[in-house]
Nanobody
């Protein structure tokens, strides 16, 4: 089990910056990918950015490339912290942002790799025009 707690959401004007944090605890050494997703009212949840814990490679949605940066702090043995630095924010970035982790494992039942997903409760980011 992995527990996730987000912080850092809030209200900001267009062009401003915010940094979201997510503290992961529990079975942190099983985590393969850490990421951020967001959901706006009336829309499906969408990927914002991911970070691979093996090689720290990152992936971003086209809409946030060049403006958002995902990073992590794994110096502590008991928790991981993943950050989302958001710069040059736009009204269309308004959403609830969810921290996510993936744990990949081999299932003897299906003889294939399966994935466990864990989610935080979300942090609201509001960008005013």
């Amino acid at each position: 089990q992995v527990q996730l707690v987000e912080s850092g959401g809030g209200l900001v004007q267009t062009g401003g910056s915010l940094r979201l944090s997510c503290v992961a605890s529990g079975a942190i050494f099983s985590i393969n990918v850490m990421g951020w997703y967001r959901q706006s009212p009336g829309k499906q949840r969408e990927l914002v950015a991911t970070l691979d814990t093996v090689d720290d490679s990152t992936n971003y949605a086209d809409s946030v490339k060049g403006r958002f940066t995902i990073s992590r702090d794994s110096a502590k043995n008991t928790v991981y912290t993943v950050y989302l630095q958001m710069n040059d924010l736009k009204p269309e970035d308004t959403a609830v942002y969810y921290c996510n982790t993936e744990t990949h494992y081999y299932s003897d039942d299906v003889h294939d790799i399966e994935t466990l997903y864990y989610w935080g409760k979300g942090a609201l980011v509001t960008v005013s025009p």
